[in-house]
Every structure is written in C-alpha cells, then in structure tokens.
C-alpha cells in the first residue's frame, strides 16, 4: 500500500464551513483511488471555516501523476445539507512530489464535483483523456449556469439570471459583502426619512438648506467641492481629474455649429482663437450624445436636459478656464453662448447645466456602459467559455470578482423601468435607452485603451493631469504582467491561432458585447500573442483601474448636489439676463430629487470592508513559480505607484487618488 497525504484549506469566510461529510477520489495518469471518506482527528471541526484538515488516503500501488480530484460531502438527510467553499486541496504523493488543486467556489449540493490539477493548461497541452473529458464536462455546465441574455436592444448582453440569488453561487455576494451592502442602504435612506426628505417635493429654499443633507458624512473633497462649485478654474479642473475625465478633448478647429469669434471671448493680450488652437490651448467638451434626448417626467414634470458646447482656455499659469459654453446643440437666437463676462447668475447657470450634462453622459456611458456592462460581458464570456485550468481563466477570475451580482442589482435598482434613473435624473425613461445604445455606437476599442485614448484626444502633455499620469503608469505595470504570464504560456502567435477556447472568448465578447459592430475596432479573434496581450490588458484595467477612475469619486464630486445635478426642472434661459437666485433654485432638482441622488452617490462611492486591491490575490491560482514570480514583481510595481501617488498628493490642493493601487479594487464590486 502507498499513502497520500491530502490537505484540505476551507476558505476564511463567514458561512464556509460544512458539517456534512466529505468524500475524495484521486485520479492519476496510472490509475485512481477509491472514493475514501475524510475522517480525522478533529471530527465535525475539519472543515469548519479557516480550518486545515489532512488525511491519508492509501491505495494499493501508484496512480502516477495526479490528473484531477473528485469530491462530494454525501448528506444524508437533505435539511441538514450546507454549503461549503474549500479553498484548495494540496496532495503530496509517496514520490514525494506535491500537487495543488485550486477550487475557491462553493459546493452547495452532494453531487460530484472534479477539479484539476493547478498546472494551467489550454486545449491542446491536455493529453490526458480523463482531463479531456473533465474539461468538456466543465464547459458543458458552464455554459448552461452563464447563458447570455438580450437585455436591451443596442446595448451589451448580460448574464442570463432572474434575480442575484439564482446566480450560481461562485459568483455570489460574500455574506459579509451582502450584509454590508444592504445595510449601508438602509442606512441612507433611513437617514433620509428621518430628515423628511424621501418624498419632499419642495424646491430648496435657498443654498445652504442643501448642506443638511448628509453634512456629517462629508469628505475632505466634497466639502472642497461645496466651498469651490463656483469657481471657474475649479469647473474646468473636473474635466480632467473628477469623476468624468473622458470627454475633454485638444480643440484644434472650432465646430461649426459653435460660433465662437475672437471679439466674445478674452484670452489675454493680443491672443486670437486661432493661436491659442496653433498652440494647444484651445480645449473642447462636447456632449452632442445628449442631443434630442426625449425628456424624462419625474412627478408628472417635464425634465430638462442639455447637449451642451464648453470650450476652454489653458492660462499661461496652467489652469483650465471655461471661456464659452452653448447649451444646445444647434446654434440660434434662443441658444445663446454664455461668457465668464456675463452676469453672476447667466454664468452660473451655464455651468450648472453644463454639470448636469455631465452627470448624465458620464453615469450612463462613462460609468455604467465602459465599465460596468463591459465587465459582465467579459465575465460571462470567460466563465462560460475558459474552463478553470486554463491560464487565461487563472489571470482573469479574480477580475470578475461580484460584478455579475452588482450589475444584476444595478438593472433592478438603476436602470429598471421603477429604479433610481426613471425616478431622479433628467435621461430616465425613453432617453436611457436612447443614451445606451448611442454610447455602444460611439464606443472604440482605442477609447478603452488609455495610451490610445489620450494620443487621440491630443492630451499628452497638458498639464496637471493626474488620471493620465496615473493612469498611462497603471496601464503599463498591468501590461507588464500580462506580457510575462501570457508569454511564460504562449511562445509564439501559432499557438495563440490554435487556442480554440481563448478564441471563443474573443469572439463571444465581440459578439454580445459588441453588437458585432465592426466600427469598434474590437477584434474578433487573436492572431498574434502581442494582441492578446493588449487585450487582456485593457479588461484588467477596464475592470480595475478605469472604474475606480469613474467611479470611487462620486460621492467627493456628488455629494454637493449643484456640482453635479441629476437633473433640472426649468428650461435653459433662452436671453441673457433673465436669471437671478431664485431661478437657480428652481433649476435644480428639488429636496426628494437631490435628496435620493446624493444618497445614492454615497452608496455608491463607499468601499466594502471585503474588497480586495489590485494585485492582491487571496485566491492562488496559479501553480507554476514563474507566474507566481510575477505576480510578487507586479504586486512591487502597484506598491511604488502608490507610494508615488502619495507624495505627489502631499502637494496637491485637491488630491487625486482614485488610481493609487491601494484604492483600485481588482474588479467592478460596486
């Protein structure tokens, strides 16, 4: 008889554990074991959460190298069933070599379950026909729990599921994410209800009424934005470095259908349009995809919505100063260009609806489309098509981390014909869905690639911009990495050619996420390993780095409410000075309206106590020491970036950390 020594890690998490038995087999290249019970000295604690269980399982002679493991935990009266999430399962063989199997998922029934090896392995390094088949089974079941559904017309496909808990369990909320979530929206609204303002239809009776809400969860930046909303270098430092810092583009030719002339704007002595364009100081915003949007009715009230024209100065001090905005779309006698030269309340009025364009562009397209609905498209596609063995599958999992949930939440609770938008912003309703699908139209695989991205807007070397600096750094670390595991894997772009399931992956993104549309520039398949590498790139940073560019700072830039109005409730003035104080007030939305949005700002922005940092990988995966070396030589990177950002943030008036790897998380969780 010859022993193997096996050892099973439960994971650390709330509700892990299960009291239930649990059987192993081990299949080998030589032979397999007989289904052997677990039964050790500590009894009912040896799968208890955290615990570390080792067992012998004996067989008559070698089974060779390990293939594979079966394991179930037979119940056998169903009420007592409960679910269990092992972490991994190490065997040490009596050759002394030792095999790790990666599981990291919950097993919540008493069916057999069969896990590889941790070797990763595409299709055509599996020689061995019990892996074969184990592999074919896998993606048989994957392929019935992640199944596709056409949520919308014109916009990405989503996980086919009811509700969040008919997700498969793998991909579920944490106990403790769920637990917190749910709380900290009760609490938001709880606080609400308790001030009165959940259903409060009034109009505010003047500014600082507005710094009730919510005053005692202020942040260093929000309380920053509440004292600077108004000040002109402060809106034009947004564009580069708040919370929508993907719009802003290096004007080289003015558009025609903003008329601006040299005699209506100031740009300092003997400065014309045309040299300050010559020179690069010429900067345009412009947020045409808003144009003839159907207006939302919130509380049988027509909403109003802008498609505005902002062009911006850069001042020889480097500040950004907006000099001209248009509302409207079409130039006209009732669509006046507002100037800085204005009256107080013109000006300002400009700007507010400028804001709340762009709380409405950024929060549809910018955060929900190029983040969000991207990362569920190559999530289901990885998690249907790559099986767990594969090395692609290894590097991405931990990016898909809850983004199915959270995005299964968000079509309830956001976008859904009864959630936040139909109620509280200006593009809810018809315009939503309008909004969607011209944003996937415009999408471009170059606009999800930050180095593209930026050469093309021409922002390479405007000054004081941190999400570029931050981010172009955070690219390149990311592509590092993924250069050095893809290639430790793929040698040459033959066998990247011949990867028929790294090729499905492709194919189904550019298909459901897609639309198939070939004007994205989205491939459709890999022909070379420097392609597939770009490309899991850009899905690590879209998954990490971009939406905690868009997103972690909602509630800093939000949570004063005239910075960033999820809607207005009068129309733009049509002639110059017809505005005062009071219209302000009757623009902006009122208490409930305001009062819903900044809550959801702040649920929005707060990290859960569970998150998990970019280039942190609870989950070990990988087995071999090269991928593993790297992942240490990528975890190093991500530290001197963020010591980086740190010191550079020490000098800042307002700092800019929603790209230090200690604030990234590896996915979209929230």
């Not at 990291?104 to 070797?119: A, C, L, P, Q």
């Not at 100065?313 to 500040?319: A, E, R, V």
């Not at 006209?332 to 364009?357: C, E, G, H, M, Q």
């Not at 392609?531 to 972690?552: D, L, P, R, Y």
């Amino acid at each position: 008889m010859v022993n193997y020594i096996v050892t099973i890690y439960t994971g650390n998490l709330a509700s892990a554990s299960t009291f239930n038995s649990v059987c192993i087999k081990l299949v080998g290249t030589e032979g397999e074991s007989k289904r052997t019970w677990l039964i050790g000295f500590k009894g009912p604690l040896s799968f208890i959460s955290g615990a570390v269980s080792s067992f012998t399982v004996s067989c008559p002679d070698s089974i060779g190298k390990l293939v594979l493991i079966e394991i179930d935990k037979p119940c056998l009266l169903l009420f007592l069933e409960k679910s269990w999430f092992p972490a991994k399962v190490e065997v040490k063989s009596p050759e002394g070599d030792t095999y790790n199997f990666p599981i990291y998922r919950w097993i919540t029934d008493s069916e057999v379950h069969r896990f590889r090896e941790g070797t990763a392995l595409r299709i055509f390094d599996d020689h061995h026909h019990l892996g074969k088949y184990s592999r074919v089974l896998e993606l048989k079941q994957r392929g019935e729990d992640y199944g596709w559904d056409d949520y919308r017309e014109g916009v990405p496909h989503c996980m086919n599921a009811k509700d969040p808990l008919s997700l498969p369990s793998e991909v579920q909320f944490s106990f403790t994410k769920h637990t917190e979530f749910h709380f900290t929206a009760l609490t938001g609204l709880a606080e609400l209800k308790l001030k009165g303002l959940t259903d409060a239809k009034e109009n505010w009776p003047n500014i600082d009424a507005i710094k009730k809400v919510f005053w005692f969860k202020q942040t260093d930046i929000s309380e920053y934005v509440q004292e600077h909303w108004t000040v002109d270098a402060f809106f034009g430092y947004q564009f580069l470095n708040g919370i929508n810092p993907m719009l802003i583009q290096r004007c080289t030719d003015l558009p025609t259908n903003f008329p601006v002339s040299d005699d209506m704007v100031f740009l300092g002595d003997q400065c014309s349009l045309a040299d300050e364009m010559e020179k690069g100081n010429i900067f345009l915003c412009d947020y045409k995809l808003l144009d003839g949007l159907k207006p939302n009715i919130i509380n049988g009230k027509r909403q109003y919505l802008m498609a505005p024209l902002v062009l911006l100065h850069k001042t020889p001090d480097d500040q950004l100063m907006p000099i001209a905005i248009q509302l409207k779309q079409t130039p006209a006698d009732d669509n006046p260009i507002f100037f800085p030269t204005d009256s107080k309340y013109d000006w300002l009025t400009a700007k507010i609806f400028v804001r709340s364009a762009d709380f409405n562009e950024h929060q549809l397209n910018v955060h929900l489309l190029r983040t969000h609905l991207l990362a569920e498209v190559f999530a289901v596609s990885l998690l249907r098509n790559v099986p767990m063995v594969h090395p692609l599958h290894k590097l991405l999992v931990p990016h898909t981390r809850y983004t199915l949930q959270i995005n299964k939440l968000a079509r309830g609770l956001l976008i859904s014909d009864d959630g936040f938008f139909i109620k509280f912003a200006a593009s809810g309703g018809e315009g939503k869905k309008t909004l969607l699908k011209r944003s996937l139209s415009a999408v471009t695989y170059r606009s999800l690639c930050i180095p593209d991205d930026i050469a093309d807007r021409r922002l390479k070397d405007v000054p004081n911009f941190y999400y570029r600096d931050d981010g172009l750094k955070l690219w390149d670390i990311i592509h590092r990495f993924v250069q050095g595991v893809l290639s430790f894997y793929y040698k040459d772009d033959t066998e990247v050619r011949k990867d028929s399931e790294l090729q499905k992956w492709i194919s189904d993104i550019a298909e459901h996420g897609f639309l198939s549309q070939t004007s994205t520039g989205i491939p459709r398949s890999f022909t070379t390993v420097p392609e597939m590498v770009k490309f899991v790139t850009m899905v690590i940073f879209t998954c990490s780095g971009q939406h905690s560019a868009v997103n972690a700072g909602q509630f800093d830039y939000g949570g004063w409410m005239p910075n960033t109005p999820t809607t207005l409730e009068i129309p733009p003035p049509t002639e110059k000075g017809t505005t005062n104080e009071a219209t302000m007030l009757q623009a902006l939305p009122n208490m409930g309206i305001a009062a819903n949005g900044m809550a959801a700002m702040w649920l929005l922005s707060r990290p859960s106590c569970d998150s998990v940092p970019l280039g942190q990988y609870p989950e070990q995966h990988f087995s071999e020491k090269t991928p593993c070396d790297l992942i240490k030589d990528f975890q190093g990177e991500l530290q001197i970036l963020s010591e980086t950002i740190t010191t550079r943030n020490k000098n800042l008036e307002v700092p800019y950390t929603y790209l230090d790897p200690k604030v990234v998380e590896n996915s979209v969780s929230l």
